[in-house]
């Protein structure tokens, strides 16, 4: 098993990755401290009216809305959602989908059949159609939104892992454990999981990634969490508000976060990916 | 083996970090009641407190205007001491529990003044009278005052107008004092049309330029004499039986006749009928014109009049149920009359239920019915929609165009040729029409954006007129505190009307005091109450009443607490 | 043979998913608060007639019967009628679908046909600073949000430069005799740019990436030194050579890609006013429009696995290294 941590220090795109990432963890973790509003109250102006579409300036340092909020505060704490949708649903989608694919790919035979139906099931199931209906019977929130998107995204991983461990099941090691009388267990965890972490990673980065677009959509389509600001909600306001023609800065910050915290993802996938084949390595 | 722990040791403290974060703010966002320090609190029983409101708010895809007026209804009654959980809803699911169901603490709609609501019959019987707080009822409130039933059933039953004018004047002043359920206010409703192809706009009330009239008078400058009309949203379905939204149902106006129409001022004037005879309080008399034929040629008959109502109370149609429900036969008494006969006396008979229901052909829907039976005619898409109105239906692309053409032979002849309706889906595409000509009036409502957008084409000109409905607040009276009526007060005082307006409808709208609009001037009375926007006032309301604060400001009931759920005298 | 039993068994898979989806979303939408009728309360549909209504849709009915009755009028290729239509479903469905269908396929079309040309010109310009830019920017697109692509290009080409219209399928006014007539009019056309392009950008990088990818293989095989060895020009190589085979893995992921496009049509759908199948469920849902929702997510889910087992079905008759199993 190579050290997997020292390939990662040596993926350029990864290091790239994994630093937008944590840029953005940062501004989650002191969102609070670095906003200088609340995103989501009214500004006036000194002799009252609201500061409604005002362009970037020192003191709204990108503008405000047409209801005469804060956009720069919108889009730091709207980083939090952006982050917290991620994460969470990533190392849950991964968690489930790999162990799935584990015990699939392990005991084989009927449960290989039924957790492996699941999934071909799943893979008929159209992702924002579902989510849409879910969120529409759990009532909107982040954590609905975060159902969903595991509930649907889970069956990606399932099935490369479940591949890794059938190649994997028939190693000497393997069989060597099982001969000196190893519970499944303990095969199953000890010496096949350690294996397809990296395949695991790939999907955390991944998933990570589709997640957050995933949330943005959900929002932008209205659904969001409405007491929460997210950056999907702000592009879906600005919409709404017919503003958007007029405000760029309105329409542009929330866009260029979404792509750079989504290909943060993608470029940790990447990463991981060249780890785990050897062979695109070389390239 | 080693790194990849680290790994995920590192993700997981990610994780919980981040979520502990997330939670706080869950936290801090919904304020939760503070039930661990009572101590500290300066001796009030933390069980004397008063129960958090559970205020349902529209999605903010659904109405801007509702969410945003509802978040800050919200903060203004957080800062008298009421704990409110803000939540919003979709429509679908606040109307069945709140509007049907009554399941709710406090929730806001807004309700739509259509020309059958000038006779106030909806706002103060349906809306308020005890014998529809039931579910299903539309007494959402629960208000129930005997004083009030009482004018109620008066005002319902006697058909003198003086009689039933002096009791709307009186029981708008008993639902400004009790506020079950108070309205809040109304927008100036802004209708744009192209003046340099059309002129003598008529707009009606409670409709703008989608009114009937409007399409009657309406006249083309120049030979171009198609009337362009763009909307939002699409027709949806044109069996007069079964059909649900308003859009659907001014249109099918243009196309079938009722017996008598709602001026521009919401006042009965005769239509197919020539003679309305009050024989009694329950028999009514009417003559019908026998000059009319259904677009297919067929002369339009007492028989097909009979047949209608007859017709809609055998199949059920959920459409006229609500407007039939009050006849109890109708006869064919002469070549050209039939007489009504009524259960009991109905006063808003001529101007809710005959202006509303429509004269279906016999010969068509009585072999509709053959075919299909009671459920399919209910389903059934009538297309091509035959009636008799002054407009045809020509053809109808869904979610393209809808065309009405001119009906030649009718006794009253409009002065454009047709109509040809398209819906954009979004107003923002509505404005680009308008301004690039593609359509040539809309009855959507210009907001301050759409305005700026349609003034860089000069000959785009507004109209302007008051909405006859209002924003009202469903206060639920079968719930604490809205049970008792000095926080109801407080909380209708605690309603930041004004700056609602100001913010959220960049001034375009209005302060309402009564469900009845002030250019309802017959019915109107002006000088109700006003609980208009007073902290001051309304924390006074609350103290005199008894309610107490602890030092963190929050609101306790007063001690050895009474309900009083109606003013007393 | 192995084909057609492999097929065979693929249906059977393909039958029960269909069913096991329909009888979820049926789930969901009993479970969903609110009823399709009490929205109409306050346009006047009092609570005799809402139940009037509520019969009239069958919704009176318990759970289980309903579900019996859904079930048999779907084996006879029933959906219902809408609520809100008063039409049957299948008849406003398949024309949302078709809509939806012309705008995705148009769509793959163009990101299929750019990424595989872009794809193997970075192939072949292999480590260089050309391929290093072009992948990071395929990157970046497939990153973007849809639909603030979307807006972006909406503000640009409809609202400032004003060469494009805003939204919508087609012009006020247009009188088409059909739906061929439709599809090529000029007018279509025009409303047809934006979401497509929207729609391209954004599925462009899977093909490119992967044509690079399957470049990179190719390029070493020896038939392709052979041909170089043989004098023939590098671009003739390339085009007669390389990119053919190259392209094998890239068509099947199109069936795939189709599948997902499909599922994800709804966001392209509501920034550009398409009247397709994506923005006819968002309105079905928030009328609680029963059938009409039911049907369409059957319609995706079905275009979606049918996608997928076309996707399935090439990849193992192309590579026959891959066992039917």
């Known amino acids: 098993m190579k050290n997997i941590f020292k390939l990662f220090k040596k993926n350029i795109i990864g290091i790239i990755g994994l630093s937008i990432f944590m840029f953005f963890v940062l501004v989650a973790i002191f969102a609070d401290q670095l906003a200088p509003y609340d995103p989501m109250e009214i500004q006036f102006f000194a002799e009252g009216g609201v500061k409604r579409l005002l362009s970037p300036s020192m003191g709204h340092l990108l503008g405000t809305t047409y209801m005469g909020r804060d956009i720069f505060s919108q889009m730091v704490i709207g980083t939090r959602i952006a982050v917290l949708v991620g994460v969470i649903s990533a190392v849950c989608v991964a968690f489930i989908g790999t162990n799935i694919g584990l015990i699939a790919g392990y005991f084989g035979g009927i449960v290989e059949r039924i957790l492996m139906g699941i999934v071909d099931v799943m893979y008929g199931i159209p992702f924002l159609p579902f989510a849409l209906i879910l969120v529409s019977v759990l009532g909107p929130g982040v954590q609905n939104v975060i159902l969903a998107i595991v509930l649907i995204t889970w069956r990606n991983s399932s099935r490369v892992i479940r591949a890794q461990v059938l190649s994997l099941k028939n190693r000497t090691f393997i069989e060597a454990a099982k001969l000196s009388g190893a519970s499944d267990f303990r095969i199953l965890y000890k010496h096949i999981a350690p294996n397809v972490v990296p395949v695991s990673l790939i999907y955390v980065s991944t998933s990570m990634a589709s997640a957050i677009m995933s949330e943005s959509s959900i929002s932008f389509l209205g659904l969001g969490d409405p007491m929460q600001v997210s950056w999907g909600r702000i592009l879906f306001t600005c919409y709404q508000s017919q503003a958007m023609f007029k405000a760029p800065w309105w329409v542009l910050p929330p866009g260029i976060a979404i792509t750079l915290l989504v290909l943060s993802g993608y470029m940790m996938g990447r990463a991981f990916e060249e780890i785990a084949n050897p062979k695109l390595r070389e390239r | ?569 | 043979m192995r084909l057609a039993k492999y097929l065979f068994k693929r249906l059977i898979i393909v039958f029960i998913t269909l069913f096991i989806l329909v009888s979820i979303v049926f789930l969901m939408f009993r479970v969903i608060p609110g009823d399709p009728v009490s929205m109409f309360i306050d346009s006047g549909l009092d609570a005799e007639s809402q139940q009037l209504m509520m019969k009239l849709y069958g919704l009176d009915k318990p759970i289980p019967e309903q579900y019996i009755i859904y079930m048999k009028n779907l084996f006879r290729g029933d959906l219902g009628n809408s609520f809100t239509y008063g039409k049957s479903v299948v008849e406003v469905i398949s024309e949302r679908f078709l809509n939806t269908l012309v705008l995705t396929l148009t769509s793959l079309m163009i990101a299929f046909t750019l990424g595989i040309k872009t794809g193997s010109f970075l192939a072949w310009h292999r480590n260089s600073k050309i391929d290093l830019v072009g992948t990071i920017l395929a990157l970046i697109v497939r990153c973007a949000p849809v639909f603030w692509t979307g807006m972006i290009l909406l503000s640009i080409f409809a609202f400032k430069l004003e060469w494009l219209p805003l939204g919508g399928m087609t012009s006020v006014g247009q009188n088409f005799t059909g739906f061929w007539d439709k599809i090529l009019s000029l007018d279509f056309l025009k409303h047809l740019i934006l979401p497509a392009i929207t729609s391209a950008l954004y599925s462009m990088a899977t093909p490119t990436l992967l044509m690079r990818t399957s470049m990179l293989e190719v390029i070493k095989e020896d038939y392709i030194e052979l041909a170089y060895a043989k004098g023939i020009p590098e671009k003739k190589v390339r085009r007669r050579h390389a990119m053919r085979t190259a392209l094998l893995p890239v068509v099947t992921i199109f069936a795939v890609q189709a599948g997902l496009a499909i599922g994800g049509s709804v966001l392209v759908e509501t920034v550009f006013r398409w009247p397709g199948m994506g923005r006819e469920i968002v309105l079905a849902v928030s009328s609680r429009d029963y059938p009409m929702a039911q049907g369409a997510f059957l319609f995706i889910g079905f275009a979606t696995i049918v996608f997928n087992l076309i996707a399935d079905v090439l990849y193992a008759y192309l590579d026959p290294r891959v066992s039917l199993g």
């Open chain 2, 1 to 569: 083996m080693k790194s990849y722990r680290q790994i995920l040791v590192l993700l997981l403290v990610a994780m919980m970090l981040l979520s502990s974060v997330g939670c706080t703010q869950f936290v801090a966002s919904t304020e939760e009641p503070a039930s661990g320090d009572e101590a500290v609190t300066n001796q009030l029983d933390p069980a004397d407190q008063v129960p958090a409101i559970e205020f349902w708010i529209q999605t903010q895809a659904a109405d801007p205007i509702r969410y945003e007026a509802g978040l800050m209804v919200a903060e203004s009654w957080k800062e008298l001491g009421f704990e409110v959980d803000a939540q919003t809803r979709e429509w679908a699911s606040m109307s069945a529990e709140g509007m049907k169901a009554h399941e709710h603490d406090a929730f806001m709609v807004k309700w739509g003044g259509k020309p059958e609501r000038v006779d106030p019959y909806h706002w103060l019987y349906s809306m308020h009278h005890s014998s529809a707080a039931d579910e299903g009822g539309y007494n959402i409130a629960g208000y129930i005052n005997p004083v009030y039933d009482a004018l109620a059933e008066e005002f319902a039953t006697n058909l003198d107008l003086e009689a039933r004018q002096s009791a709307a004047m009186e029981m708008q002043e008993l639902l400004a004092r009790d506020v079950p359920q108070p309205p809040m206010f109304k927008l100036e409703l802004k209708n744009a049309y192209n003046q340099a192809k059309f002129t003598n706009v008529t707009p009606g009330v409670g409709l703008g330029v989608y009114s009937f009239w409007n399409f009657m008078n309406i006249t083309p400058k120049t030979d171009d004499k198609i009337l362009n009309l763009g909307q939002v949203n699409d027709i949806n379905l044109l069996n007069p039986l079964a059909t649900k939204t308003g859009q659907d149902i001014y249109m099918l106006k243009n196309i079938y006749d009722p017996l008598v129409r709602l001026d521009v001022k919401g006042e009965a004037v005769l239509w197919l009928a020539t003679e309305l005879n009050e024989i009694d309080d329950t028999t009514i008399e009417i003559t019908i014109r026998d000059d009319v034929k259904f677009h297919d040629g067929e002369p339009l008959t007492v028989e097909d009049v009979k047949f209608t109502f007859d017709f809609a109370k055998e199949v059920n149609s959920p459409t006229y149920k609500g407007h039939v429900k009050s006849i109890e036969s109708v006869e064919i008494t002469g070549e050209n009359t039939v007489t009504f006969k009524l259960f009991e006396p109905y006063a808003p008979f001529i101007s809710n239920t005959l202006s509303q229901c429509l004269i279906l052909p016999k010969h068509i829907w009585s072999k509709a019915y053959e075919e299909k039976g009671a459920e399919g005619v209910l389903t059934w898409d009538n297309l091509p929609a035959i009636g008799s109105g002054p407009f045809v239906f020509d053809y109808w692309r869904p979610n393209e165009e809808f065309a009405l053409k001119t009906n030649k032979e009718y006794f009253q002849k409009p002065k454009i040729d047709a109509i040809i309706r398209t819906p954009y889906a979004q107003a923002i595409g509505l404005v680009q029409g308008l301004v690039a000509g593609e359509v040539e009036l809309t009855s959507a409502n210009m907001l301050p954006l759409d305005l700026e957008a349609v003034a860089k084409n000069p000959d785009i000109a507004i109209v302007e007129l008051p909405d006859e409905g209002s924003y009202i607040i469903h206060y639920n009276m079968r719930t604490a505190p809205f049970d008792d009526v000095y926080a109801r007060r407080a909380l209708t005082m605690a309603i930041p009307r004004q700056k609602i307006i100001d913010v959220v409808l960049d001034g375009g709208g209005l302060s309402t005091f009564s469900l009845i609009s002030e250019t309802n001037e017959f019915w109107f009375n002006p000088d109700v109450e006003q609980l208009d926007f007073n902290l001051d006032a309304a924390r006074k309301e609350l103290e005199n009443a008894g309610y107490r604060w602890d030092d963190k400001g929050r609101l306790y009931y007063p001690e050895n607490f009474q309900v009083t759920p109606i003013m007393p005298e």
